[in-house]
């Protein structure tokens, strides 16, 4: 938690109130989205629980005791599923899966690093691809089965991959 | 009944000397301007020569500028009237100036999606030392307000308020009447202003107070916060927090 620097919005008590004005609510939104998705990605949190978030420190600023209501938090929320970054678990809206990156994002990061490499035509398995040693300084080292699936699955819709079965997967 | 009769000598001799006066006041005159004209030639190579020799310091001083310009003011020389004059290709002040501007207009732009461009003077100040670099000689508060007054002939897009002692400055146009800029100034200290507030420090009626918060909400100007006992309304431009802040 320490070296995760909030932006000055953090301290400043309307950015809890949603802004009537839109112009101001358009920035107000952009700010909460990129918030969301860095504090979740220094968290390296995927699931939101929305009853939880309340009392969570990314939307209840006790210092200058503001928070965001379930209302604003649900508009942040639905903001970034427009924008591709949510998806919710349940028709409810009590959870959700919260990705800093697309899939979309994560498999260009992926193709780039294979491409750069000159790796198009080998099979990887997907385990290498994130927990070898040679892609430690990549971002997507470390990254989560299920994403990475996504992502793979994204670059396979683009003719870019196929995966063969579960756990391997051909670039082209 | 006597009468003095007006005879033609009489007129001719009248003209006369009206005309001799006045051949004397035009000689008077004549002489005084030319004397003048002298001096005034006197102290322009004078103030010529100065400038020349003090370039450097005029360029590098803040405070040396302030006074220099105080001096050509006086004696009406405008040294920013145009880019190609005399005192602009001696001092390269206009090219200062213009420079100013443009970077004045970059830093308002940059931080207008944040603040709805209102932006304190201070903070602009620092701003543009900062997008300058380092071997940026000193910038005044002066040298701002002169750089902005240049701006003007763009069109009315910048105009500055005077806040109490300080200055804003307003990049956006939309113009900002007496009642709202009393506003920006009940808030200098706390960034925040109350409608109860205002009524105690202004003794306004409630009818003016809304109309005047309700029209800086709708320019972007300032943002509200309910979760107070009274609905507080902050300006994002006079919130410390934000001044230092890149986005």
């Known amino acids: 938690m320490a070296t995760f620097s909030w932006p000055w919005q953090y301290n400043f008590p309307p950015f809890f109130t949603i802004q009537p004005n839109l112009d101001t609510r358009k ?79 994560w ?34 080292h470390g990254l989560e089965d299920w994403l990475l699936l996504r992502a793979l699955q994204c670059l ?11 756990e391997g997967v051909k670039f082209f | 009944m006597h009468r003095r009769g007006a005879g033609i000598a009489a007129i001719k001799n009248k003209n ?8 004397k006041g035009t000689e008077i005159a004549e002489g005084q301007v030319a004397q003048m004209a002298k001096q005034m030639e006197t102290f322009k190579v004078h103030l010529e020569n100065f400038a020349s020799q003090h370039k450097e310091e005029i360029r590098k001083n803040s405070e040396f500028r302030v006074q220099f310009q105080e001096m050509c003011a006086s004696i009406g020389v405008d040294p920013l009237a145009s880019s190609k004059g005399f005192w602009a290709e001696m001092l390269g002040v206009g090219d200062f100036y213009y420079e100013l501007g443009v970077q004045i207009v970059e830093v308002c732009l940059a931080t207008s999606h944040r603040n709805g461009g209102l932006i304190g003077i201070e903070e602009l100040r620092d701003r543009v030392v900062k997008s300058r670099g380092k071997k940026s000689q000193d910038i005044s508060i002066d040298d701002l307000l002169r750089a902005i007054k240049k701006l003007k002939v763009l069109g009315n897009g910048f105009s500055v308020i005077t806040c109490g002692r300080s200055y804003m400055v307003q990049s956006v146009p939309g113009e900002l009447s007496m009642d709202h800029t009393s506003v920006i100034q009940q808030a200098q200290n706390t960034a925040y202003v109350t409608v109860s ?3 105690k420090t202004l003794n306004w009626e409630t009818e003016r107070i809304h109309r005047a918060l309700d ?33």
């Open chain 1, 27 to 105: 920035k107000q939104l952009e700010a909460w989205c990129s918030l969301v998705l860095n504090y979740q990605k220094s968290q390296k949190n995927y699931i939101l629980d929305t009853t939880e978030a309340q009392n969570s420190p990314l939307f209840y600023n006790k210092d200058i005791n503001r928070r965001l209501s379930t209302d604003g938090i649900q508009t942040v929320l639905e903001e970034l599923r427009k924008r591709g970054n949510v998806e919710w678990k349940d028709k409810a809206g009590k959870q959700c899966i919260i990705m800093w990156r697309t899939p979309e994002e």
């Open chain 1, 107 to 140: 498999g260009n990061l992926v193709y780039k690093y294979i491409t750069d490499r000159s790796m198009k035509n080998t099979v990887c398995t997907l385990y290498e691809l994130t927990h070898e040693e040679d892609t430690e300084n990549q971002e997507f």
């Open chain 1, 156 to 166: 396979q819709s683009q003719g870019k991959a196929e995966l063969m079965g579960d």
């Open chain 2, 16 to 23: 006369l000397a009206q005309a001799r006066y006045k051949d």
């Open chain 2, 197 to 199: 507030q205002i009524k």
């Open chain 2, 215 to 247: 029209y800086l909400v709708k320019e972007a100007l300032v943002w509200t916060d309910d979760q107070s006992s009274e609905t507080q309304y902050w300006f994002p431009s006079l919130f410390a927090g934000a001044m230092n802040a890149s986005s």
